[in-house]
Structures are given as structure tokens and as C-alpha cells.
């Protein structure tokens, strides 16, 4: 198992762990619902449960699901939805259209991204699609976050952005009532 890190960003590549039995309870306690197609703990919040999963790219119901990285902590999810609120992902996007050294760090991004849900599992539906707006345009600051948390620094600059504008969620203890 990964240990919880004051340094949001840790534990990076290569450390996730396949969730535990008390992970899948925390992740249900987060969404409110049993989760489906978790197949690690992609990232940990500094309190220690997972903020961050990583989910099958096909569900065991057979829906293809292209968010591999998916955002479970509520405090998290909710101080995202309101950097989504203040308009952050127009102006991303107007960069991406004006800068091209950006724009290609976004599309490498997007290439980190296929590269490791491939690694999950291949699913013809969503061939060549990541998440989240990539490689062209923001529209989910939730993915690129999860990502940017799952992957480690450096490797989606405008998660890597948007993580730096959040305060920190996780350092007041868990989001949700352990039993």
C-alpha cells in the first residue's frame, strides 16, 4: 500500500495499489453508491483514503468508460466543480487555441492518457479518446486533475494548473465518517 503524502501530487506513477476492502468501502462512502470497475487506488489523499481511482475502461456491465481516471473524494470533487464555475476551462482553452507549446504538452498529455488506460484494457468504442476535453479543448477540470494526481507532476500541465489553484482538501482528516 501506498502512505499518505502531505505532497498532493504523491504517491506518483507506478504507485497504485489495488484497492483494499476498506478502500472500496471509503470510495463507497464517498460517492454515496457502490463503485464500479475500480481496478487501483491511482492516488491517496493526505488523509489516507483514495481520492483518486483508477476505473476499468470497460464496466463490468459492459459500458465503455472512457474516465480512467475518476475523482472520488468529495471535498476534492466539490472545490474542482467550483474552479469549473469560475470559467478557468474557457480560458485553458482560448491557451490551448493561441499557444502551441502548449497545445503540444496537452496532446502529450493526451497521449499519457490512452497510453495508460491501455494498459487497463483495450475498448474499440473509445479508441483514440481520452477524457476530459484532451487533446483539444478543456472541459472537465475533474479529469485532468485525477489525471495530474494519478500520473505525477509534469505530464498534464493544465492539471498540473488547476491542481495548484485548489486548496487543500484533504488535511482536515477523511471526507466521510469511517465506521
Known amino acids: 500500500m501506498t502512505s499518505p503524502s502531505t505532497d498532493r501530487r504523491d504517491p506518483g506513477p507506478g ?9 472500496l468501502a471509503a470510495i463507497e462512502r464517498q460517492l454515496g453508491r457502490v463503485p464500479r470497475g475500480v481496478v487501483a487506488v491511482a492516488h491517496r489523499c493526505a488523509c489516507g ?17 472512457p474516465t480512467t481516471f475518476y475523482a472520488t473524494c468529495p471535498r476534492l470533487t466539490g472545490m474542482t466543480s467550483t474552479l469549473e464555475s469560475s470559467g478557468l ?13 502548449l497545445a503540444a504538452h496537452y496532446r502529450a498529455a493526451h497521449e499519457d492518457y490512452l497510453r ?64
Not at 504507485?15 to 478502500?23: I, L, M, T
Not at 483514503?49 to 468508460?65: I, N
Open 89 to 101: 476551462m474557457k480560458e485553458m482553452s482560448e491557451r490551448l487555441a493561441e499557444d502551441p507549446d
Open 15 to 23: 504507485n497504485a495499489d489495488a484497492p483494499s476492502p476498506e478502500d
Open 116 to 179: 495508460r488506460r491501455a494498459e487497463l484494457g483495450r475498448v474499440e468504442e473509445i479508441e483514440g479518446i481520452s477524457a476530459g476535453g484532451m487533446p483539444d479543448r478543456v472541459k472537465c477540470l475533474h479529469v485532468l486533475i485525477g489525471h495530474s494526481l494519478a500520473a505525477g507532476p509534469g505530464v498534464n500541465p493544465l492539471g498540473d494548473e488547476a491542481l495548484e489553484a485548489l486548496a487543500p482538501w484533504g488535511e482536515a482528516g477523511p471526507c466521510t465518517t469511517r465506521d
Open 49 to 65: 483514503d483514495p481520492d483518486v481511482v483508477a476505473t476499468a475502461p470497460r464496466l463490468p456491465d459492459g459500458t465503455p468508460f
